[in-house]
Protein backbone atom coordinates (compact mmCIF):
# COMPACT_ATOMS: atom_id res chain seq x y z
CA UNK A 1 0.00 0.00 0.00
CA UNK A 2 1.04 3.18 -0.86
CA UNK A 3 2.40 5.61 2.05
CA UNK A 4 -0.11 8.40 2.59
CA UNK A 5 1.67 11.63 2.30
CA UNK A 6 0.02 15.35 2.72
CA UNK A 7 -0.43 15.72 -0.77
CA UNK A 8 -1.49 12.53 -1.81
CA UNK A 9 -4.76 13.14 -2.48
CA UNK A 10 -3.94 15.58 -5.35
CA UNK A 11 -1.39 13.09 -6.54
CA UNK A 12 -3.87 10.79 -6.82
CA UNK A 13 -6.29 12.93 -8.48
CA UNK A 14 -3.77 14.33 -11.49
CA UNK A 15 -2.82 10.35 -11.98
CA UNK A 16 -6.56 9.33 -12.06
CA UNK A 17 -7.97 12.54 -14.40
CA UNK A 18 -4.75 11.02 -16.70
CA UNK A 19 -6.92 7.99 -17.40
CA UNK A 20 -10.08 9.72 -18.05
CA UNK A 21 -9.01 10.55 -21.64
CA UNK A 22 -11.60 11.76 -23.75
CA UNK A 23 -14.27 11.45 -21.03
CA UNK A 24 -16.32 14.67 -19.94
CA UNK A 25 -15.62 15.00 -16.08
CA UNK A 26 -19.13 15.16 -15.86
CA UNK A 27 -19.64 11.34 -16.62
CA UNK A 28 -16.00 10.66 -15.41
CA UNK A 29 -16.92 11.45 -11.63
CA UNK A 30 -19.58 8.45 -11.29
CA UNK A 31 -16.94 6.07 -12.68
CA UNK A 32 -13.85 7.16 -10.18
CA UNK A 33 -16.28 8.05 -7.11
CA UNK A 34 -18.00 4.51 -7.87
CA UNK A 35 -14.90 2.85 -7.51
CA UNK A 36 -13.54 4.37 -4.52
CA UNK A 37 -16.85 3.79 -2.64
CA UNK A 38 -16.46 0.14 -3.34
CA UNK A 39 -12.61 -0.69 -2.47
CA UNK A 40 -13.92 1.52 0.74
CA UNK A 41 -16.70 -1.40 1.59
CA UNK A 42 -14.71 -3.97 0.31
CA UNK A 43 -11.59 -2.36 2.41
CA UNK A 44 -14.53 -2.02 5.81
CA UNK A 45 -15.62 -5.98 4.35
CA UNK A 46 -12.32 -7.66 4.35
CA UNK A 47 -10.81 -5.94 7.77
CA UNK A 48 -13.86 -7.42 9.21
CA UNK A 49 -14.02 -11.11 7.59
CA UNK A 50 -9.94 -11.71 8.53
CA UNK A 51 -11.22 -10.93 12.25
CA UNK A 52 -13.84 -13.23 12.07
CA UNK A 53 -11.58 -15.81 10.14
CA UNK A 54 -9.36 -15.79 13.09
CA UNK A 55 -12.06 -16.69 15.33
CA UNK A 56 -10.38 -14.94 18.79
CA UNK A 57 -12.12 -13.11 21.51
CA UNK A 58 -16.00 -11.98 20.60
CA UNK A 59 -15.34 -13.75 17.67
CA UNK A 60 -14.55 -16.97 18.59
CA UNK A 61 -16.47 -20.07 16.76
CA UNK A 62 -17.68 -16.90 13.97
CA UNK A 63 -18.33 -17.77 10.69
CA UNK A 64 -16.60 -15.21 8.06
CA UNK A 65 -19.17 -15.91 5.21
CA UNK A 66 -22.52 -15.06 7.40
CA UNK A 67 -24.06 -12.13 6.34
CA UNK A 68 -25.28 -11.56 9.47
CA UNK A 69 -22.30 -10.93 11.19
CA UNK A 70 -21.68 -8.06 9.07
CA UNK A 71 -24.92 -6.54 9.61
CA UNK A 72 -24.68 -6.75 13.65
CA UNK A 73 -21.19 -4.92 13.21
CA UNK A 74 -23.16 -2.02 10.47
CA UNK A 75 -20.94 -3.47 7.86
CA UNK A 76 -21.97 -3.78 4.39
CA UNK A 77 -22.32 -7.70 3.05
CA UNK A 78 -19.53 -7.84 0.14
CA UNK A 79 -20.59 -11.16 -2.40
CA UNK A 80 -17.88 -13.20 -3.63
CA UNK A 81 -17.93 -11.24 -6.95
CA UNK A 82 -18.13 -8.00 -5.85
CA UNK A 83 -14.44 -8.20 -3.49
CA UNK A 84 -12.40 -6.01 -4.38
CA UNK A 85 -9.54 -8.79 -5.23
CA UNK A 86 -11.26 -10.62 -7.36
CA UNK A 87 -12.00 -7.11 -9.69
CA UNK A 88 -8.69 -6.67 -9.32
CA UNK A 89 -7.64 -9.84 -10.13
CA UNK A 90 -9.31 -9.46 -13.42
CA UNK A 91 -8.65 -5.69 -14.05
CA UNK A 92 -6.31 -6.36 -17.10
CA UNK A 93 -9.87 -8.16 -18.79
CA UNK A 94 -11.31 -6.64 -21.76
CA UNK A 95 -15.16 -7.55 -19.98
CA UNK A 96 -13.63 -5.72 -16.33
CA UNK A 97 -16.09 -2.75 -17.24
CA UNK A 98 -18.96 -5.12 -17.13
CA UNK A 99 -17.62 -7.39 -14.50
CA UNK A 100 -17.88 -4.19 -12.31
CA UNK A 101 -21.84 -3.63 -13.17
CA UNK A 102 -22.38 -6.74 -12.22
CA UNK A 103 -20.56 -6.17 -8.59
CA UNK A 104 -22.71 -2.83 -8.20
CA UNK A 105 -25.85 -4.94 -8.83
CA UNK A 106 -24.93 -7.87 -6.28
CA UNK A 107 -23.87 -5.06 -3.46
CA UNK A 108 -27.51 -3.56 -4.20
CA UNK A 109 -29.03 -6.97 -3.79
CA UNK A 110 -27.38 -7.46 -0.72
CA UNK A 111 -27.87 -3.95 0.94
CA UNK A 112 -31.36 -3.16 0.61
CA UNK A 113 -30.27 0.94 1.74
CA UNK A 114 -27.83 0.68 -1.56
CA UNK A 115 -30.71 0.29 -3.72
CA UNK A 116 -30.31 2.47 -7.02
CA UNK A 117 -27.51 4.12 -5.94
CA UNK A 118 -24.54 2.73 -7.13
CA UNK A 119 -23.16 3.61 -10.75
CA UNK A 120 -23.47 0.81 -13.07
CA UNK A 121 -21.53 3.13 -15.61
CA UNK A 122 -18.41 0.58 -16.54
CA UNK A 123 -19.38 -1.03 -19.33
CA UNK A 124 -20.01 1.84 -21.88
CA UNK A 125 -18.31 1.87 -25.33
CA UNK A 126 -16.22 4.73 -24.54
CA UNK A 127 -14.76 3.80 -21.37
CA UNK A 128 -11.36 2.20 -22.64
CA UNK A 129 -11.08 -0.93 -20.70
CA UNK A 130 -7.41 -0.32 -20.71
CA UNK A 131 -7.70 2.88 -18.35
CA UNK A 132 -10.58 1.38 -16.45
CA UNK A 133 -7.78 -1.13 -15.61
CA UNK A 134 -4.97 1.52 -14.34
CA UNK A 135 -7.40 3.36 -12.59
CA UNK A 136 -8.57 -0.09 -10.34
CA UNK A 137 -4.24 -0.15 -10.26
CA UNK A 138 -4.37 3.29 -8.81
CA UNK A 139 -7.17 2.90 -6.33
CA UNK A 140 -6.13 -0.62 -5.36
CA UNK A 141 -2.97 0.78 -4.24
CA UNK A 142 -4.50 2.91 -1.21
CA UNK A 143 -6.20 1.55 1.87
CA UNK A 144 -9.04 3.43 2.80
CA UNK A 145 -11.52 0.91 4.19
CA UNK A 146 -9.52 -0.47 7.40
CA UNK A 147 -9.67 0.36 10.40
CA UNK A 148 -6.32 2.41 10.44
CA UNK A 149 -7.35 4.45 7.03
CA UNK A 150 -10.80 4.93 9.07
CA UNK A 151 -8.93 6.52 11.66
CA UNK A 152 -7.15 9.13 9.27
CA UNK A 153 -10.00 9.73 7.44
CA UNK A 154 -8.25 8.53 4.31
CA UNK A 155 -11.31 7.93 2.72
CA UNK A 156 -13.02 11.13 3.62
CA UNK A 157 -10.19 12.86 2.45
CA UNK A 158 -9.96 11.44 -0.69
CA UNK A 159 -13.21 11.72 -1.58
CA UNK A 160 -13.79 15.08 -0.54
CA UNK A 161 -10.85 16.11 -2.59
CA UNK A 162 -11.75 14.60 -5.63
CA UNK A 163 -15.88 16.10 -5.00
CA UNK A 164 -13.87 19.30 -5.64
CA UNK A 165 -11.78 19.02 -8.03
CA UNK A 166 -14.44 17.59 -10.35
CA UNK A 167 -16.39 20.35 -9.85
CA UNK A 168 -13.80 22.30 -10.63
CA UNK A 169 -13.53 20.72 -13.81
CA UNK A 170 -17.20 20.62 -14.60
CA UNK A 171 -17.43 24.74 -13.86
CA UNK A 172 -20.77 26.14 -12.87
CA UNK A 173 -22.79 22.87 -13.80
CA UNK A 174 -20.38 20.92 -11.36
CA UNK A 175 -20.60 23.32 -8.60
CA UNK A 176 -24.44 22.77 -8.00
CA UNK A 177 -23.48 19.76 -6.00
CA UNK A 178 -20.51 20.83 -3.87
CA UNK A 179 -19.80 23.36 -1.38
CA UNK A 180 -16.33 23.77 -0.40
CA UNK A 181 -15.35 22.73 2.35
CA UNK A 182 -14.44 25.53 4.48
CA UNK A 183 -17.60 27.23 4.10
CA UNK A 184 -19.39 24.47 5.53
CA UNK A 185 -17.06 24.43 8.26
CA UNK A 186 -17.62 27.88 9.05
CA UNK A 187 -21.47 27.09 8.74
CA UNK A 188 -21.85 24.51 10.68
CA UNK A 189 -19.17 25.53 13.62
CA UNK A 190 -21.48 29.03 13.53
CA UNK A 191 -24.86 27.16 14.51
CA UNK A 192 -23.30 23.86 16.49
CA UNK A 193 -25.56 21.19 15.31
CA UNK A 194 -24.52 19.40 18.94
CA UNK A 195 -28.45 17.47 19.32
CA UNK A 196 -31.73 17.57 17.55
CA UNK A 197 -32.89 17.69 13.64
CA UNK A 198 -30.49 18.65 11.23
CA UNK A 199 -32.36 20.12 7.89
CA UNK A 200 -30.97 20.37 4.35
CA UNK A 201 -33.54 21.24 1.48
CA UNK A 202 -30.68 21.29 -1.38
CA UNK A 203 -28.16 18.94 0.05
CA UNK A 204 -26.34 18.18 -2.92
CA UNK A 205 -23.59 15.92 -1.76
CA UNK A 206 -24.06 16.08 1.49
CA UNK A 207 -21.04 17.74 2.76
CA UNK A 208 -23.13 19.27 4.75
CA UNK A 209 -24.29 16.49 6.85
CA UNK A 210 -20.60 15.07 6.63
CA UNK A 211 -19.45 18.13 8.33
CA UNK A 212 -22.27 18.32 10.81
CA UNK A 213 -20.92 14.15 12.28
CA UNK A 214 -17.68 15.14 12.25
CA UNK A 215 -18.51 18.30 14.34
CA UNK A 216 -20.13 16.59 17.22
CA UNK A 217 -17.20 14.09 18.36
CA UNK A 218 -14.77 16.70 18.16
CA UNK A 219 -16.97 18.91 20.52
CA UNK A 220 -17.47 16.11 23.09
CA UNK A 221 -20.87 15.23 21.58
CA UNK A 222 -22.97 11.80 20.72
CA UNK A 223 -23.15 11.27 17.24
CA UNK A 224 -26.54 9.54 18.27
CA UNK A 225 -28.30 12.57 18.96
CA UNK A 226 -28.75 13.79 15.78
CA UNK A 227 -31.03 12.99 12.35
CA UNK A 228 -30.50 13.88 9.19
CA UNK A 229 -33.40 15.02 6.85
CA UNK A 230 -32.93 16.43 3.26
CA UNK A 231 -33.77 16.41 -0.53
CA UNK A 232 -32.28 16.59 -3.57
CA UNK A 233 -33.70 17.12 -7.19
CA UNK A 234 -30.59 16.22 -9.24
CA UNK A 235 -30.75 12.55 -9.35
CA UNK A 236 -27.03 11.84 -9.71
CA UNK A 237 -26.31 14.23 -7.29
CA UNK A 238 -28.65 12.46 -4.57
CA UNK A 239 -26.74 9.11 -5.62
CA UNK A 240 -23.10 10.97 -5.00
CA UNK A 241 -24.85 12.27 -1.56
CA UNK A 242 -26.35 8.66 -0.41
CA UNK A 243 -22.95 6.66 -0.93
CA UNK A 244 -21.20 10.01 0.58
CA UNK A 245 -23.25 9.17 3.58
CA UNK A 246 -22.51 5.10 3.22
CA UNK A 247 -19.17 5.11 3.16
CA UNK A 248 -19.02 7.05 7.05
CA UNK A 249 -21.85 5.23 8.35
CA UNK A 250 -24.45 7.66 8.58
CA UNK A 251 -28.13 6.76 8.16
CA UNK A 252 -29.04 8.58 4.90
CA UNK A 253 -32.59 7.16 5.14
CA UNK A 254 -34.25 10.10 5.36
CA UNK A 255 -32.59 11.56 2.09
CA UNK A 256 -35.10 12.00 -0.45
CA UNK A 257 -35.02 12.59 -4.07
CA UNK A 258 -37.87 13.77 -6.50
CA UNK A 259 -37.48 15.81 -9.77
CA UNK A 260 -40.21 18.39 -8.88
CA UNK A 261 -37.58 19.73 -5.87
CA UNK A 262 -38.37 21.16 -2.42
CA UNK A 263 -40.56 23.85 -3.84
CA UNK A 264 -43.29 21.57 -5.60
CA UNK A 265 -42.68 18.28 -3.27
CA UNK A 266 -41.61 19.03 -0.44
CA UNK A 267 -40.32 15.44 0.85
CA UNK A 268 -40.20 16.30 4.81
CA UNK A 269 -44.05 18.34 4.91
CA UNK A 270 -44.45 17.96 8.45
CA UNK A 271 -40.30 18.43 9.99
CA UNK A 272 -39.53 20.98 12.18
CA UNK A 273 -36.02 21.02 12.68
CA UNK A 274 -33.54 22.47 15.25
CA UNK A 275 -31.03 22.84 12.78
CA UNK A 276 -30.78 23.57 8.97
CA UNK A 277 -28.07 24.57 6.76
CA UNK A 278 -27.68 25.26 3.10
CA UNK A 279 -26.31 26.74 -0.21
CA UNK A 280 -29.38 26.97 -2.44
CA UNK A 281 -29.05 27.73 -6.23
CA UNK A 282 -27.78 31.55 -6.35
CA UNK A 283 -30.89 33.66 -8.06
CA UNK A 284 -33.01 30.68 -8.90
CA UNK A 285 -35.46 31.48 -11.92
CA UNK A 286 -38.37 29.52 -12.99
CA UNK A 287 -38.90 28.01 -9.70
CA UNK A 288 -42.67 27.40 -9.62
CA UNK A 289 -44.11 30.42 -8.51
CA UNK A 290 -46.97 30.73 -10.28
CA UNK A 291 -48.03 27.53 -9.39
CA UNK A 292 -47.54 28.15 -5.83
CA UNK A 293 -49.16 31.70 -5.42
CA UNK A 294 -50.80 30.83 -2.22
CA UNK A 295 -48.42 28.90 -0.60
CA UNK A 296 -48.13 28.81 3.77
CA UNK A 297 -44.81 29.27 3.41
CA UNK A 298 -44.67 32.47 2.06
CA UNK A 299 -45.25 34.31 5.63
CA UNK A 300 -43.71 37.86 4.57
CA UNK A 301 -44.52 38.45 0.92
CA UNK A 302 -44.53 36.51 -2.31
CA UNK A 303 -40.96 35.99 -3.83
CA UNK A 304 -40.70 36.97 -7.27
CA UNK A 305 -40.82 34.34 -10.15
CA UNK A 306 -37.08 35.39 -11.44
CA UNK A 307 -35.31 35.48 -8.02
CA UNK A 308 -35.48 32.11 -5.32
CA UNK A 309 -33.31 33.51 -2.76
CA UNK A 310 -36.44 34.64 -0.89
CA UNK A 311 -38.36 31.43 -1.50
CA UNK A 312 -35.70 29.46 -0.36
CA UNK A 313 -35.15 31.52 2.47
CA UNK A 314 -38.95 31.15 3.76
CA UNK A 315 -38.98 27.54 2.88
CA UNK A 316 -36.49 26.63 5.75
CA UNK A 317 -37.95 29.16 8.10
CA UNK A 318 -41.23 27.45 7.59
CA UNK A 319 -39.46 23.97 8.57
CA UNK A 320 -37.54 25.58 11.53
CA UNK A 321 -38.38 24.40 15.02
CA UNK A 322 -39.77 27.26 17.43
CA UNK A 323 -35.93 27.06 18.81
CA UNK A 324 -34.37 26.67 15.83
CA UNK A 325 -31.26 28.07 14.54
CA UNK A 326 -30.30 27.99 10.15
CA UNK A 327 -27.11 29.22 8.14
CA UNK A 328 -27.22 29.55 4.64
CA UNK A 329 -25.63 30.94 1.61
CA UNK A 330 -26.91 33.19 -0.84
CA UNK A 331 -25.60 35.61 -3.32
CA UNK A 332 -25.05 39.44 -1.90
CA UNK A 333 -27.67 40.75 -4.03
CA UNK A 334 -30.36 39.22 -1.23
CA UNK A 335 -28.82 41.39 1.01
CA UNK A 336 -30.04 44.95 -0.86
CA UNK A 337 -32.44 44.02 -3.84
CA UNK A 338 -35.62 45.45 -3.62
CA UNK A 339 -36.78 44.35 -6.84
CA UNK A 340 -40.10 41.60 -6.92
CA UNK A 341 -41.20 42.86 -3.36
CA UNK A 342 -37.74 41.31 -2.23
CA UNK A 343 -37.23 44.49 0.00
CA UNK A 344 -40.61 44.54 1.40
CA UNK A 345 -40.12 40.31 2.41
CA UNK A 346 -36.29 41.21 3.86
CA UNK A 347 -37.80 44.26 6.22
CA UNK A 348 -40.41 41.68 7.43
CA UNK A 349 -37.98 39.54 8.01
CA UNK A 350 -36.38 41.95 10.42
CA UNK A 351 -39.23 43.53 12.12
CA UNK A 352 -40.42 40.31 12.97
CA UNK A 353 -36.77 39.47 14.81
CA UNK A 354 -35.36 36.60 12.76
CA UNK A 355 -32.24 37.79 10.86
CA UNK A 356 -29.54 37.01 13.85
CA UNK A 357 -26.26 37.43 11.86
CA UNK A 358 -25.32 38.47 8.16
CA UNK A 359 -21.50 37.30 7.20
CA UNK A 360 -20.40 38.91 4.26
CA UNK A 361 -17.46 36.73 2.11
CA UNK A 362 -15.00 37.35 -0.33
CA UNK A 363 -15.07 36.55 -4.16
CA UNK A 364 -13.78 33.46 -5.61
CA UNK A 365 -15.14 30.87 -2.87
CA UNK A 366 -16.98 28.70 -4.97
CA UNK A 367 -16.39 26.53 -7.75
CA UNK A 368 -19.91 27.64 -9.83
CA UNK A 369 -19.82 31.07 -9.21
CA UNK A 370 -16.96 34.44 -8.80
CA UNK A 371 -19.29 36.80 -7.62
CA UNK A 372 -19.23 37.11 -3.80
CA UNK A 373 -21.96 36.25 -1.38
CA UNK A 374 -22.87 35.99 1.78
CA UNK A 375 -23.96 34.10 4.93
CA UNK A 376 -27.20 34.54 6.80
CA UNK A 377 -28.26 33.36 10.16
CA UNK A 378 -31.53 33.37 11.55
CA UNK A 379 -32.39 32.01 14.80
CA UNK A 380 -35.59 31.57 17.06
CA UNK A 381 -33.47 31.82 20.02
CA UNK A 382 -33.46 35.32 20.08
CA UNK A 383 -35.21 35.60 23.43
CA UNK A 384 -33.14 34.14 24.98
CA UNK A 385 -33.93 30.40 25.37
CA UNK A 386 -30.11 29.92 26.47
CA UNK A 387 -28.19 32.64 24.61
CA UNK A 388 -28.36 36.33 25.30
CA UNK A 389 -31.56 38.60 24.46
CA UNK A 390 -30.75 39.71 21.35
CA UNK A 391 -34.23 41.54 20.27
CA UNK A 392 -33.53 44.29 17.87
CA UNK A 393 -30.41 43.80 16.87
CA UNK A 394 -28.54 41.89 14.55
CA UNK A 395 -24.35 41.67 13.87
CA UNK A 396 -22.83 41.91 10.85
CA UNK A 397 -19.45 40.65 10.00
CA UNK A 398 -17.35 41.57 7.17
CA UNK A 399 -15.27 38.67 6.55
CA UNK A 400 -14.62 39.74 2.45
CA UNK A 401 -10.93 40.65 3.03
CA UNK A 402 -10.18 37.33 4.77
CA UNK A 403 -8.84 34.30 3.35
CA UNK A 404 -5.99 33.61 0.97
CA UNK A 405 -6.26 32.60 -2.81
CA UNK A 406 -5.01 28.69 -3.06
CA UNK A 407 -4.57 29.22 -6.69
CA UNK A 408 -5.41 31.28 -9.39
CA UNK A 409 -8.91 31.18 -8.86
CA UNK A 410 -9.31 29.89 -5.67
CA UNK A 411 -9.45 31.19 -2.27
CA UNK A 412 -10.40 29.24 0.77
CA UNK A 413 -10.48 30.15 4.88
CA UNK A 414 -7.83 28.80 6.94
CA UNK A 415 -8.84 27.09 10.56
CA UNK A 416 -8.02 31.13 11.76
CA UNK A 417 -10.19 32.65 9.80
CA UNK A 418 -13.43 30.35 10.60
CA UNK A 419 -11.98 30.73 14.05
CA UNK A 420 -11.80 34.42 14.02
CA UNK A 421 -15.90 34.78 12.68
CA UNK A 422 -17.21 31.98 14.69
CA UNK A 423 -15.93 33.54 17.58
CA UNK A 424 -17.36 37.00 17.42
CA UNK A 425 -20.55 35.31 16.09
CA UNK A 426 -20.78 32.91 19.73
CA UNK A 427 -19.29 36.08 22.01
CA UNK A 428 -21.96 37.86 20.83
CA UNK A 429 -24.72 35.42 21.36
CA UNK A 430 -23.43 34.53 25.13
CA UNK A 431 -25.47 34.99 28.13
CA UNK A 432 -22.53 36.66 30.12
CA UNK A 433 -21.21 38.35 26.62
CA UNK A 434 -17.82 40.31 26.64
CA UNK A 435 -18.76 40.79 22.59
CA UNK A 436 -17.45 44.47 21.54
CA UNK A 437 -17.41 45.97 17.85
CA UNK A 438 -14.38 46.05 16.13
CA UNK A 439 -14.46 48.94 12.99
CA UNK A 440 -14.20 47.23 9.53
CA UNK A 441 -15.29 43.90 10.76
CA UNK A 442 -17.79 43.45 13.08
CA UNK A 443 -20.82 45.72 14.52
CA UNK A 444 -23.58 44.69 16.25
CA UNK A 445 -26.38 46.95 14.87
CA UNK A 446 -29.71 48.30 16.02
CA UNK A 447 -32.83 48.08 14.17
CA UNK A 448 -33.13 51.40 14.30
CA UNK A 449 -29.84 51.92 12.54
CA UNK A 450 -31.00 49.49 9.83
CA UNK A 451 -34.31 50.63 9.10
CA UNK A 452 -31.95 54.18 8.17
CA UNK A 453 -30.46 52.37 5.46
CA UNK A 454 -33.88 51.20 4.61
CA UNK A 455 -33.17 47.79 5.61
CA UNK A 456 -30.08 47.35 3.47
CA UNK A 457 -27.95 43.97 5.01
CA UNK A 458 -24.88 44.92 3.49
CA UNK A 459 -22.30 44.37 6.29
CA UNK A 460 -19.92 47.31 5.10
CA UNK A 461 -22.36 50.15 5.60
CA UNK A 462 -22.36 49.26 9.48
CA UNK A 463 -19.25 47.71 10.10
CA UNK A 464 -17.16 51.21 8.73
CA UNK A 465 -13.84 50.70 6.92
CA UNK A 466 -10.49 49.44 9.70
CA UNK A 467 -7.96 52.28 10.91
CA UNK A 468 -4.46 51.80 8.23
CA UNK A 469 -1.35 51.77 10.75
CA UNK A 470 1.87 52.80 9.41
CA UNK A 471 2.90 50.09 7.41
CA UNK A 472 6.42 51.41 6.86
CA UNK A 473 6.37 51.03 2.83
CA UNK A 474 7.22 54.16 1.22
CA UNK A 475 4.32 55.47 -1.23
CA UNK A 476 6.34 54.98 -4.12
CA UNK A 477 6.50 51.10 -3.36
CA UNK A 478 2.52 50.94 -3.06
CA UNK A 479 1.45 52.64 -5.53
CA UNK A 480 3.68 50.48 -7.78
CA UNK A 481 1.77 47.24 -5.92
CA UNK A 482 -1.83 49.27 -6.78
CA UNK A 483 -0.83 49.68 -10.02
CA UNK A 484 0.09 46.44 -10.39
CA UNK A 485 -2.89 44.93 -8.93
CA UNK A 486 -5.19 47.27 -10.67
CA UNK A 487 -3.92 45.82 -14.47
CA UNK A 488 -4.34 42.72 -13.11
CA UNK A 489 -7.87 43.29 -12.24
CA UNK A 490 -8.65 44.92 -15.79
CA UNK A 491 -7.04 42.31 -17.62
CA UNK A 492 -9.64 39.91 -15.66
CA UNK A 493 -12.31 42.05 -16.38
CA UNK A 494 -11.37 42.08 -19.64
CA UNK A 495 -11.55 38.01 -19.93
CA UNK A 496 -14.33 38.11 -18.42
CA UNK A 497 -16.16 40.48 -20.97
CA UNK A 498 -14.86 37.99 -23.81
CA UNK A 499 -16.20 34.85 -21.91
CA UNK A 500 -19.59 36.58 -22.11
CA UNK A 501 -19.64 37.85 -25.47
CA UNK A 502 -18.98 34.30 -26.63
CA UNK A 503 -21.93 32.88 -24.44
CA UNK A 504 -24.07 35.48 -25.63
CA UNK A 505 -22.81 34.65 -29.47
CA UNK A 506 -23.55 30.92 -28.80
CA UNK A 507 -27.52 31.94 -28.35
CA UNK A 508 -27.62 34.20 -31.24
CA UNK A 509 -27.48 37.41 -29.48
CA UNK A 510 -25.45 40.34 -31.43
CA UNK A 511 -23.30 42.57 -30.05
Partial sequence: MKKI??????????????????????????????????????????????KLNEGKGEF???DPEDKDEYVGENVFWVPQNARWEHLHARSKQPTIGKDIDVAMEAIEKENPTLKGILPKVYARPNLDPASLGGLIDLIGDISI?????????????VYEYFLGEFADAEGKKGGQFYTPKSIVKLLVEMIEPYKGRVYDPCCGSSGMFVMSEKFIPEHSGNIDDI????????????RLSR?????RGIDGSQIKWNNEGSFLKDAHPDLKADFIIANPPFNQSDWGQDILQNDPRWKYGLPPKGNANFAWMQHMIYHLSPKGVMGFVLANGSLSSNSGGEGEIR????????????????KQL???TGIPAC?????????????????????????SELGHMEDRTHRVFENKDVEKITKAYHEWRKPESKYEDEKGFCKSAKSEEIQKHKFVLTPGRYVGIADEEDDGIPFEEKMEILTSKLAEQMKEEKLLDEEIKQQLSKIGFKI
Wanted: neutral net charge; aromatic residues 12%; hydrophobic residues 35%.
Fill in 366 to 368: FYN
Fill in 243 to 247: MNLAI
Fill in 375 to 399: LWFISRKRHGNGDRKRTGEVLFIDA
Fill in 60 to 62: EGA
Fill in 227 to 238: SIYGQESNQTTY
Fill in 5 to 50: THNFEKQLFKTADRLRKNIDAAEYKHVVLGLIFLKYISDSFMDLYQ
Fill in 145 to 157: GDEAAKSKDILGR
Fill in 347 to 362: QRLIEDDLVDCIVSLP
